[in-house]
């Protein structure tokens, strides 16, 4: 991490840029999970949040400078999707102008946070509830000192826990007994200001809205998450076509020896990996630019697309990182290769700033409820249009999208649930996690469509066949109520494997040249196809003969 900070120019605009921020998730995921999950925690949700906050008269260099590492303290072991009903409390003396920060019980307890004394000394942002003579104004961030050079400081306790199957981190769970914390440890801002007096103003009236805000870093956290999942995403394809394309086997005559990837059975799965991480990429490279430039009326449009872009991206990157460990054989299996421990890795973003299944209820109720409006059928009969058109392709997305919002819509409004809300929402949230799905396939696709306009003729037709490739998968995995929506035709339905065959078939030649456009070093861990330095299996026999001969 030390590293790192010497290699950045300059933290607090690195921690204020999206897309910077991201690129960072991007690069140091692959290289190291580990350091990569710590870095989160101090450039995004630490040093992230004293910048969002009143700070002119904070000291952020020690942040800056890597001398204290940051940390975020926020999930509790019985609050952590509900983390607005927490229970740590910072209770406010007028007399004394101190806070005393504490947690009242096992429950409360901060749950995972990297608080041990690896590293070196820390500070954290604890969230706890404001309390002033006795009234509850909610959740805040208080800058609190855990550690320094001789250990963790009075009235801090950590305790190490399990470790994890993911990236090497110090997860604990963290307690505070009465520490006492100076008035100037309140991160403030317009949402919520407590004067020296213990005078509380605030420019949001609901308890909600000012945790919200107050932990607003975790939006960005979901960003990068996504960004780390995509960079471990990449190279893991990357890895895998490059060894396909090294690796020898018999072919179909005798005596015959081919690439792997010669064989349908092997180069198609990683094609659909291939396609599937380009629109994952551009889809991301569209939210953050989103994120960058919305203004308060789209903020909360925009949070619930990088919720679903999150959700679908890290779910993606498990999937596709499990077809690349499966083609690469035994070989994948070596940490080396730089996938099997990125697949366990990647669990850690699934959950962390948000778990994806909760996030994906939360947006899915926002779709079924809000201003969202599935865009309405096309007037073409589907007979006069092409499989091979990408427009109608994206339009057929949408009909899918539309089938789960009618369907979700249709069970909400269920004879007998009136007045029962569990039970609506219990028969209508399987179709609308289906619609969350459908929802970021269409933005997936329209991303990966609209970046064939700016590039070259030869690339835009490589990214037009990647196009009809993901599209086409999505289109065949819902063909049966496509056609019952009369969207397609059964002539179109019979076509489709054919299709995806032809689509298949000319993507296989470039498959290396367009793996190479992610750039993923050749030096980075997994990056050669065999693991070692010499790729024949023969040489590397002899070499382990060699040596043992010469050890005896």
């Known amino acids: 991490m030390r590293t790192v900070a010497e290699a950045i120019p300059d933290a607090r605009a690195l921690s204020r840029s999206a897309s910077a921020l991201t690129a960072l998730h991007e690069w140091a995921g692959p290289a190291d ?41 926020c999930t509790e072991a019985e609050h952590g999707n509900d983390a607005v009903n927490m229970e740590t409390t910072a209770e406010y003396h007028r007399d004394s102008r101190r806070f005393v920060l504490d947690t009242p019980g096992p429950g409360a307890a901060k749950w995972m946070p990297n608080t041990s004394l690896t590293g070196g000394p820390k500070d954290a942002v604890v969230a706890a509830r404001l309390l002033v003579d006795g009234h509850d104004h909610g959740v805040f961030l208080f800058l609190t000192p855990l550690s320094d050079e001789r250990g963790h400081l009075p009235g801090v306790r950590v305790e190490r826990l399990p470790h994890t199957s993911g990236a090497p981190v110090d997860h604990c769970a963290t307690t505070f007994e009465q520490v006492s914390l ?24 609901s308890p909600r809205m000012r945790f919200l805000r107050s932990i ?46 010669a064989h349908r059975s092997h180069h198609e799965p990683l094609l659909d990996a291939l396609a599937t991480t380009y629109a994952a990429t551009l889809l991301h490279r569209s939210v953050v630019r989103q994120w960058e430039v919305a203004g308060t009326a789209e903020r909360e449009e925009v949070e619930r697309l990088v919720a679903v872009t ?30 099997a421990g990125q697949l366990a890795a990647n669990e850690g973003t699934i959950t962390a700033e948000g778990d994806n299944q909760v996030i994906w209820v939360k947006a899915a109720g926002e779709l079924l409820m809000g201003g969202f409006t599935p865009k309405p059928p096309s007037e073409t009969a589907p007979e006069q249009r092409s499989l091979r058109d990408g427009a109608h392709l994206q339009d057929l997305m949408a009909d899918i999208e539309r089938v789960w919002h009618e369907r979700a819509r249709t069970r909400l409004r269920a004879p007998g649930t009136r007045g029962n809300p569990m039970v609506r929402w219990n028969g209508a949230v399987t179709p609308a996690l289906e619609l969350v799905g459908a929802h970021a396939h269409r933005l997936a696709g329209e991303a990966l469509l609209e970046a064939t306009d700016r590039v070259a003729a030869e690339e835009a ?42 689509v298949v078939a000319s993507l296989e030649p470039h498959a290396l040249a367009l793996v190479e456009r992610f750039f993923v070093p050749e030096e980075l861990p997994g990056s050669d196809p065999a693991g070692l330095p010499d790729a024949r299996p023969e040489t590397r026999l002899e070499a382990v003969a060699e040596s043992e001969r010469n050890a005896a």
């Open 33 to 73: 999970p580990g350091m990569a999950t710590l870095a989160s925690i101090h450039y995004n949700l630490f040093l992230g949040s004293l910048l969002d906050h009143d700070h002119e008269d904070r000291d952020l260099e020690p942040y800056v400078r890597m001398d204290r590492i940051g940390t975020f303290l």
């Open 182 to 205: 100076p008035h100037s440890a309140m991160l403030q801002g317009d949402h919520g200001r407590l004067s020296p007096d213990g005078e509380f103003t605030s420019s949001l009236g």
């Open 216 to 261: 607003g870093r975790v939006g960005m956290g979901k960003l990068c998450m996504s960004g780390y999942s995509l960079g471990a995403t990449r190279q893991a394809v990357a890895v895998a076509v490059r060894h396909g394309a090294a690796r020898l086997t018999a072919g179909m005559t005798r005596g015959q020896r081919v690439p792997l990837m």
């Open 310 to 339: 999150k959700g679908w991206i890290t779910w993606a990157a498990r999937e596709t990182m499990t077809t690349c460990r499966e083609r690469c054989g035994a070989k994948g299996l070596l940490l080396t290769q730089g996938i």
């Open 461 to 502: 037709e490589r990214l037009h066949d990647l196009h009809r490739l993901f599209a086409l998968r999505q289109v065949a995995a819902h063909s049966g109520e496509l056609l019952a929506g009369e969207r397609l035709t059964a002539e179109q339905v019979r076509r489709l494997p054919d299709e995806i065959e032809r």
